[in-house]
């Protein structure tokens, strides 16, 4: 018989990027007696990895527990980023309504529509909170009609448009029903949660029905399956069996190892579970996101959405530059291999294939922010390895017609800066979809665009923007092959014999163009130094130094002044390099090179590529 768990609540809590989710988590632990009085708490907790907690970004989701008078809520912060969407479809299966956040001066944004869509389309109830309402622009009533707008546009049932809304500040700690009511504590936003998100139901005296919906992993005990107990209870010890909805023929008997719920922050080790409980169950080898565990007497697996397919992939390399081996720990194909692998542990929207050589592995991806983060990582973690520039995966119809991955970039700029977006994005195949008016002097614009006509422009947008533009996109399909996009008009200033640059040599490079070195560099013959303004490549000899004659000395050096290097980030050196380039990544260094090495071989093959072109 079904019935509902009335002292349980599943809640995820859905926003655009910055709109403070994860800050709102923060408060919410805090006011619920999570941590003690005195206890040194840092900002933004729920964001453990390093990377996360620089850009200010949640890649992961993450399950905590709170309680709130008699009643638990499980809270899951999801991300944000498009290129993270695998991880949104996936919990949200796990939970009976969200919390939507929606900054009170920023509105509803593109990744706002995202997500909001995905719980709509699963049926699931919304509680609106506008976020950040102590902000001196904020402007709530109005955000407010473009959430209700939203919904309508998004075609919400008649319960989903009567969300309630809920004004908050996270980072201050309160909520309040109406602007008018005093600013206390969160306590309007517990409340709300409870009366308004449908307590989770089931079969508790059904058999065992538990579907895996994320994979954490554990260097101790390995996999850990996350999941919803739908029907029944699962205990310590159960013997089991995994059945998949996508694939008919599996059929698994396993042990349940160990059980834990979340509590806080911590996850607490428990002897059984019954319906509604978000659990974490350890000593299942080879557990799959979709994979439902059910009793041996009963196996019917629960109907699962596919994860969504990655639209670009780079080329992770052995490095074998010159410089190889000098600053990284793990330089081996063999590392590599593993460390890719293992990543496939806890990613579910990354794809690693082997190639023909054993020296390169293709690594696929949701986006270029996907596999940047997953780069960064490797790096901090001692590996030292060259990647190839992103390409999009095509698709190819029945009549065998060529597809491309589109996007749909939604653009806020300046008025001043729009004619430039448009013109340079229109150059990349992009088509005008809509322009209007936004807030504080600002055009938002929608354009659609092939995913590779925005490979590389994000450094250009900030350039041609001064820094004031707003970025966002979302995946829109795949749609007939565009036609050639030239990545970069620029070319490369290439090094041409190894060493170590000095600034004689420099000072007569940078007439040349935009230097990425300084002096006392180690270079090798085919790495690039700088940016040629012409679009055809230039090589330069940085290493020379001056020949010495009777009348001057070596020290005239001194007076000759180099203009400061452009220092390229991780996200503008995968922007910068062109297809017939690498970039060299160690954990100290950056470094863009030619593929082929050798000039006179680099030579050969251009020359070749004009004769067949």
């Known amino acids: ?130 976020n950040k309402i102590d902000r001196p622009e904020a402007r709530p009533e109005e955000v407010e009609e473009e959430v209700l707008e939203l919904l309508m546009d998004l075609d919400a049932s008649e319960e989903q448009l009567d969300c309630p809304f809920v004004y908050a500040s996270a980072k201050t700690g309160f909520a309040k029903m109406s602007l008018d009511d005093p600013s206390e504590d969160m306590a309007p936003l517990f409340q709300t949660v409870i009366n308004h998100i449908p307590a989770p139901e089931g079969d508790p005296d059904a058999s065992t029905q538990l579907l895996i919906s994320t994979i954490d992993f554990n260097e101790y005990v390995g996999r850990i399956g996350v999941g919803k107990v739908d029907n029944g209870k699962i205990r310590v010890n159960q013997e089991c069996v995994i059945v998949n909805h996508h694939e008919p023929d599996k059929f698994r008997k396993v042990k349940v190892g160990k059980l834990y719920e979340y509590e806080g922050l911590n996850k607490v080790e428990v002897q059984e579970a019954s319906i509604g409980a978000i659990i974490a169950i350890s000593g299942i080898a080879d557990i799959h996101i979709g994979d439902t565990l059910c009793s041996i007497e009963n196996p019917e697996a629960i109907p699962f959405q596919k994860i969504s397919e990655p639209t670009i992939a780079m080329n992770f390399i052995i490095n074998d530059s010159p410089l190889a081996g000098q600053e990284g720990k793990f330089v081996t194909s063999r590392h590599i291999r593993e460390r890719l692998f293992r990543e496939l542990n806890t990613d579910v929207s990354l794809r690693v294939e082997e190639t023909d050589s054993p020296d390169c592995f293709k690594v696929s991806g949701r986006g270029e922010l996907h596999l940047s983060v997953l780069i960064e990582n490797m790096r901090r973690e001692g590996f030292e390895f060259a990647v190839s520039k992103a390409e999009v995966l095509y698709h190819f119809d029945e009549r065998n017609q060529k597809l491309e991955p589109m996007e749909i970039a939604y653009i806020d700029v300046p008025e001043e800066f729009t004619g430039a977006v448009i013109q340079k994005l229109t150059s990349r195949k992009g088509e005008l979809q809509g322009m209007s008016p936004s807030n504080g002097g600002y055009t938002r614009l929608e354009i659609s665009i092939p995913s590779r006509g925005l490979i590389g422009y994000r450094g250009e947008f900030m350039t041609d923007t001064k820094g004031n533009g707003i970025m966002n996109t979302a995946f829109d399909g795949y749609a007939p092959f565009k036609g050639e996009i030239s990545y970069r008009k620029t070319g490369s200033l290439i090094a041409y014999e190894s060493g170590e640059s000095i600034t004689y040599g420099l000072y007569n490079a940078q007439e040349r163009g935009t230097l990425f070195i300084g002096a006392g560099v180690k270079v090798y013959s085919g790495m690039v130094i700088g940016q040629n303004p012409k679009a055809e490549d230039m090589e330069i000899n940085v290493c020379k130094s001056k020949k ?66």
């Open 548 to 613: 010495l004659t009777n009348t001057r000395s070596s020290g005239a050096d001194d007076a000759l002044k180099l203009t400061t290097p452009k220092e390229m980030s991780l996200e503008q050196s995968l922007d910068f390099i062109d297809t017939d380039e690498l970039l060299e990544i160690t954990p100290l260094s950056l470094r863009i090179r030619k593929k082929v090495l050798d000039p006179t071989v680099r030579k050969r093959n251009t020359s070749n590529k004009k004769a067949l072109g």
């Open 1 to 130: 018989m079904m019935m509902k768990r009335e002292d349980v609540r599943n809640v995820a809590i859905i926003a655009h990027v910055d709109h403070g989710k994860t800050t709102l988590v923060d408060s919410l632990l805090k006011q619920s007696g999570v941590f003690r009085e005195n206890q040194e708490v840092m900002e933004r907790v729920m964001d453990s990895n390093d990377i996360e907690r620089e850009r200010g970004i949640t890649i992961l989701s993450k399950n905590t527990a709170v309680h709130y008078k008699d009643t638990k809520i499980n809270i899951i912060d999801t991300p944000g980023h498009a290129d993270f969407g695998g991880e949104v479809e996936r919990v949200l299966k796990l939970v009976n309504g969200v919390v939507l956040v929606v900054d009170a001066y920023e509105g509803v944004m593109p990744q706002t529509k995202f997500v909001l869509r995905k719980a709509l389309e699963l049926g699931l109830s919304v509680v609106t909170c506008i």
